[in-house]
């Protein structure tokens, strides 16, 4: 995953010599460009994070079926790109894709 965000930023990357100064500078990307560079981190995760998510459920399926939990309830979710964007100074990518699981132990009766 840092190689990706690497190369991104590797793209922003201006020759800086115009003034005498040598070396490479990063300037700050458009909303265009952060909205693609997010939308290539969805491409690129998204399904194995889906994929995941399925083989989960499929666990939860069988302890259902084996009588281990009566209920349970699972949420998934991949983050929208303006959500995204407005927490972007807080917490960059750390946050897009999530999974939730509620559920209990069996109640034995007799």
């Given at each position: 995953m840092n190689q990706k965000r690497d190369e991104f930023l590797e793209t922003l990357a201006v020759e800086a010599?115009?003034?005498?100064?040598?070396?490479t500078i990063i300037r700050e990307p458009t909303?265009?460009?952060?909205?693609?560079?997010y939308k290539n981190f969805i491409n690129?995760?998204?399904?194995?994070f889906?994929?995941?998510v399925e083989a989960y459920n499929r666990c939860i399926q069988?302890?259902?079926?084996?009588?281990?939990i009566d209920k349970a309830r699972l949420?998934?979710?991949?983050?929208?790109?303006?959500s995204s964007l407005k927490n972007t100074e807080v917490k960059?990518?750390?946050?897009?894709?999530?999974?939730q699981l509620v559920t209990g132990p069996r109640v034995r009766t007799r």
């Open positions: 010599g115009a003034n005498g100064n040598e070396g909303i265009g460009e952060i909205a693609d560079g690129d995760l998204g399904r194995g889906l994929e995941f069988i302890a259902k079926r084996n009588k281990m949420t998934a979710r991949i983050k929208d790109f303006s960059l990518l750390d946050d897009v894709f999530g999974m």
